[in-house]
């Protein structure tokens, strides 16, 4: 079954609802503090604890800087002046990720550029995952702080990035995403609120002009909302931007697990991020005999690879078949100069393409990727459980256009009863062989 997580973002998203919402969802909260303990940053310390919105009980995440690195952006009253009703600035001690602002006299934040925050991320203990998905997040921020602020990425110093708490909630999520090891990932769309935001350089409509440009970068939806107030953040936008690999839900999912993470504003809807586990079945999963005959359309795509090792290609492998390749496969050639090398095929359907060429493009050396669409005929085929005297194994069984039903034990289930049990491999797949007829 594939899993894709969902992030329904109908109170926006900002980076402290992401890290709640994830820790909620299952991610481990001891490698999350583990890395931000790891950090060459001071001035702060984490609480994570559970919290009611609108009845329902919320994960929320916080970061509690010391007083030497307050932001004093967490004063809702800072921010939106009078317009809030009296009551909504209690949360002026509690960390809200907002990336605006700090015009109060006497107050000071940490300005810090992209190769600060390059060598911080890059000296803390974290999976080389988590630490890509970071820095990728980062760099999403400081290309539409330049594009806002007229000046190329590597001239950019902002408050935003350089904050204390944006670069904890930043390497928390990115923790807390590469842990739940899920890759296909769908943020349908954004809603947002209205009016307008203090921040640094005066009053902002909403979005503010970082959002902006962060979604029109990346094509990202955007629902703008009755609500008075700044629901999506800069570092939520980014996050959404840098995660989101669909945005389409499946017509028809199982819910695995359900997270929720609490924000810290009060609107007149609950300030709460709702991330999913949704199950799919997959195509050998769904397919019954009833189906048949059964023909479609998938995509074949190759690219020759000769300066790749065999440990990035082995790696490149696992990746596509977690993303949902139907197969992939590698077949040895003599490309010019008569170099070895290897052609990499990749078969996927239609709607994966985009994803699968990411994947080759990011993680090996091609520059160049070739593609083709064909028909396909399908057997049926149903995945099965069955029981032997050593545990449970899992089978497919498929049907030939003559009526012959054969039966094929699937590799993992092998492999994992031998270990288990402690016998061969050929012993294993004869028991489940046995066990399936």
Not at 197 to 223: D, F, M, S
Not at 246 to 265: N, S, W, Y
Not at 395 to 407: A, F, H
């Amino acid at each position: 079954m594939k899993k894709i997580l969902y992030l329904e973002c109908t109170s926006g998203i900002s980076g402290d609802m992401t890290v709640a919402a994830l820790l909620d969802l299952g991610a481990d909260q001891k490698k999350m503090e583990q890395a931000l303990a790891s950090l060459p940053v001071d001035g702060f310390h984490t609480v994570i604890s559970r919290v009611k919105k609108a009845g329902l009980d919320a994960c929320d995440f916080a970061v509690i800087l010391d007083e030497a690195h307050e932001n004093h952006d967490h004063d809702m009253n800072y921010l939106h002046g009078h317009e809030h009703a009296e009551g909504e600035c209690n949360h002026v001690h509690s960390h809200h990720e907002s990336t605006h602002g700090h015009g109060a006299e006497g107050y000071h934040h940490e300005h810090r550029g992209m190769r600060e925050i390059e060598e911080i991320i890059n000296r803390a203990q974290m999976t080389e995952g988590a630490r890509s998905l970071a820095l990728k997040i980062f760099h999403i921020l400081a290309s539409a702080e330049a594009k806002a602020h007229g000046v190329p990425v590597d001239e950019v110093h902002f408050h935003e990035v350089g904050a204390v708490d944006s670069i904890a909630d930043i390497a928390a999520a990115a923790v807390c995403l590469d842990d739940l090891g899920i890759t296909e990932i769908a943020v349908p769309e954004l809603c947002e609120g209205r009016g307008t935001v203090r921040c640094q350089h005066g009053i902002l409509p909403i979005p503010v002009p970082t959002v902006t440009n962060i979604v029109q970068e990346h094509g990202i939806r955007l629902h703008m909302t009755e609500t008075k107030g700044e629901l999506v953040t800069p570092t939520g936008a980014a996050i959404a931007a840098a995660v989101r690999t669909t945005d389409q839900i499946p017509e028809r999912f199982t819910i695995l697990k359900t997270g929720l993470g609490a924000g810290k504003r009060n609107y007149d809807r609950p300030s709460l991020l709702r991330a999913m586990i949704l199950g799919v079945e997959e195509e050998s999963e769904t397919v019954r005999k009833q189906d048949f005959p059964h023909s479609d359309r998938i995509c074949c795509l190759e690219t020759n690879l000769d300066d790749c090792s065999a440990e990035v290609l082995g790696y490149v492998m696992d990746r596509l078949l977690e993303a949902g390749a139907r197969d992939v496969s590698y077949t040895p050639v003599y490309m010019k100069k008569n170099r070895p090398a290897y052609q990499l095929n990749v078969i996927c359907m239609p709607e994966d393409v985009k994803k699968m060429e990411d994947i080759v493009f990011h993680e090996t050396t091609t520059i160049g990727i070739r593609r083709t669409e064909m028909d396909r005929t399908i057997l049926p085929r149903e995945i099965r459980t069955v029981h032997t005297e050593y545990g449970e194994a899992v089978i497919k069984e498929c049907v030939l256009p003559d009526g012959t039903i054969r039966r094929y034990p699937e590799y993992r289930s092998v492999s994992d009863l031998a270990e288990k049990n402690g016998i061969s491999f050929q012993e294993a797949f004869q028991k489940i062989q046995y066990a399936a007829e």
